[in-house]
């Protein structure tokens, strides 16, 4: 009983605070945020909001001031503080803000729950914070955990819409399954090797594991395969995308699906890079179904929200090519693979977020989704246009936006890594891809309005739109501003 | 004991027949030594002393979900607890702050509760 006393006692002195500052701010935010709400009356509840954003921009000043502190490991090494952590913490956080900005009007004009889903919201992007820096199997399903359920509610959150319903049940069952099968996924690779810590487990592993660990490495990546909504394993992301109030549809295609990336790309490069051979073909096979049928239904769509739901499968698959290009022993290409699926993942999310941002600001007023009420779009509202035409020009990956970039990196990866089928199918991809996106540009330009009211923008959704597209166009004339940073993420 | 993989099960069948064996055995044992007077009262139902109401499929109130639910998040502070108090003299300080921020989050939870008033009997 000593004995374990003075293990628990070392380890629980050695905590480096300074190191989880960022999460312990996040947490706290998020109590305040459920009490606050509590003491609030009706018409006051709105405050969540400014209160939430203050915490994040908290956590954000927690995380600037771990910049250049050099890499510290706590908490017996499940917890790592290093340039990629820093970065990732970044990007969610800096996400956070834009769906707080896409959540505002919907939530106070709709008075959902403000209280219950500002609070179920940091705790999902609390999830994410802590994704970047777990390194140690628990930890990584802690965090993939909590970045899931509170989204199973948030999903549900318009409890009288029976689709809010669908949409919820549907998230729920899938996500438990896919956690099930991960979790099942990592006690193999524990049992194989007797580690929690990816290192540990990398050290460890010798040829005669192979077997175990191959089923081992598939069953972690088919359970994040659902997390990150990719085929075969996408069913439910459309319907819920569709289904849930539409900020926590952007919530979950960009936050709790970066946060998935997080994690595959930690556990893939951290405990298993040597066994690459054993998984890179699933990777591959993944890559080139998530990219092709998410792109060959998507073009299908006429509802905005479908459409970046199944353009965000799509958009997955470019990542999984970055993965699928990784060979034990390639240094360099190894590297420029993983650089490019980080520059990938930090675009996205704020080119994915932005274009959802649009389409709630338009469906603000008419309450529509489709896509046919775009046409003529910047006769009534050209600054909604440009910064709609904007996001998807670069979820298309066209100049000049920083989706640009995004797509090149992996391409370059690809050819680096000579893998020309994965770079040919991607190729093709961006083409087709580009097709149903400009199709929404055309008809917002080149066709006649229906309608001439103007749709009215909120200032703090218009900011955030206004920001995030300068940032696009930033990245693009200066791409140093992403390589720098997922340069210094190198593991 | 057997050697190998395969020779593994053969201790996990041999603790299975006696497993069996054993339950059987300490049933047929009871049926012959115990004396047997059935009567009305004997043959129904045990609902913790109470007269059985009602049949096995009726409904219970949904409001119990609730309490349910709140039971078992202190259960589950309970399990933590206990095994925090065994080496909480060997901690001290820290321990004793890490183990209040836990359970202030926890009574976090039940003040939601209380100011949503889902603890009332409506």
């Not at chain 1, 459309?238 to 109030?245: A, R």
């Not at chain 1, 739901?309 to 470019?318: C, D, E, P, R």
């Not at chain 1, 083409?431 to 200032?459: C, G």
């Not at chain 2, 049933?27 to 047997?36: A, C, E, F």
């Amino acid at each position: 009983m000593m004995e374990l006393a003075q293990q628990v006692g070392a380890t629980a002195a050695a905590v480096d605070w300074h190191a989880i500052a960022p999460e312990l701010v996040l947490a706290a935010t998020a109590c305040i945020v459920l009490v606050a709400d509590l003491f609030l009356p009706d018409d006051a509840k709105w405050l969540a909001m400014p209160l939430s954003a203050a915490g994040i921009i908290g956590t954000l000043a927690a995380i600037v001031s771990l910049i250049g502190a050099g890499n510290r490991l706590t908490l017996a090494g499940a917890f790592e503080v290093d340039g990629f952590a820093l970065l990732f913490k970044g990007v969610f956080c800096v996400l956070g803000l834009l769906i707080l900005a896409i959540s505002f009007h919907y939530f106070r004009v709709g008075r959902y729950y403000q209280g219950e889903y500002y609070f179920l919201m940091l705790c999902s992007l609390l999830g994410g914070v802590v994704m970047s820096s777990a390194r140690d199997l628990v930890t990584i399903f802690i965090a993939i955990e909590l970045i899931s359920i509170p989204g199973f509610i948030m999903a549900g959150l318009r409890k009288g819409d029976a689709k809010s319903n669908e949409a919820a049940l549907k998230f729920f069952l899938f996500g438990v399954l896919s956690s099930a099968v991960m979790l099942y996924g990592m006690s193999l690779a524990y049992g194989a090797t007797g580690e929690l810590l990816l290192e540990g487990i990398r050290a460890k592993l010798t040829a005669a594991d192979e077997p175990l660990i191959v089923l081992s490495v598939f069953f972690i990546v088919v359970g994040f395969a659902f997390k990150i909504s990719a085929v075969p394993f996408h069913f439910w992301a459309p319907d819920t995308y569709e289904g849930s109030p539409s900020p926590v549809a952007a919530f979950l295609s960009t936050i709790s699906k970066i946060g998935g990336f997080v994690g595959l790309i930690v556990l893939m490069f951290r405990a298993f890079p040597d066994v690459a051979d054993t998984w890179r073909p699933i990777f591959a096979l993944l890559a080139i179904l998530t990219m092709t049928v998410g792109n060959m239904i998507a073009l299908r769509q006429t509802h905005i929200i479908r459409l970046l739901a199944y353009s965000g499968i799509a958009q997955s698959g470019y990542v999984l090519v970055a993965l699928a290009l990784i060979e034990p022993g390639a240094t360099a290409s190894n590297e420029q693979a993983f650089q490019s699926a980080v520059i990938y993942l930090a675009i996205y999310g704020i080119m994915d977020a932005g274009a959802f941002a649009a389409a709630v600001a338009f469906a603000r007023r008419g309450g529509s989704y489709f896509i046919e009420d775009y046409s003529g779009l910047w006769q009534r509202s050209p600054v909604l246009a440009t910064l709609l035409a904007g996001f998807l020009i670069s979820l298309a990956g066209t100049p000049p936006m920083a989706g640009f970039w995004a797509k090149v990196f992996v391409f370059l990866a690809a050819i680096e890594a000579q893998s020309y089928l994965l770079a040919i199918v991607m190729g093709l991809n961006a083409v087709v891809a580009a097709w149903y996106y400009l199709a929404v540009v055309k008809k917002m330009f080149f066709e006649k309005a229906e309608l001439a009211e103007p749709v009215e923008v909120p200032a703090v959704l218009r900011v955030a739109m206004g920001l995030a597209a300068a940032a696009l166009v930033a990245v693009f004339v200066y791409p140093r501003l992403v390589t720098e940073l997922a340069e210094r993420s190198l593991f | 004991m057997p050697e190998g993989y395969f020779g593994q099960y053969v201790t996990i069948g041999i603790f299975a027949i006696v497993g069996t064996v054993l339950v059987a055995a300490t049933l047929q044992l009871s049926r012959l030594v115990r004396p047997n007077h059935p009567t009305t009262a004997k043959l129904t139902t045990y609902e913790s002393g109470i007269d059985p109401i009602g049949h096995g499929w009726s409904q219970s109130n949904v409001r119990y979900y609730i309490f349910a639910l709140l039971f078992v998040v202190f259960d589950v502070e309970a399990v933590f607890l206990f095994p925090w108090a065994i080496v909480f003299e060997e901690l001290g300080t820290a321990a004793f702050v890490e183990m209040v921020i836990f359970i202030g989050i926890l009574a976090l939870a039940l003040l939601y509760a209380v100011k949503k008033r889902v603890l009332e009997w409506l």
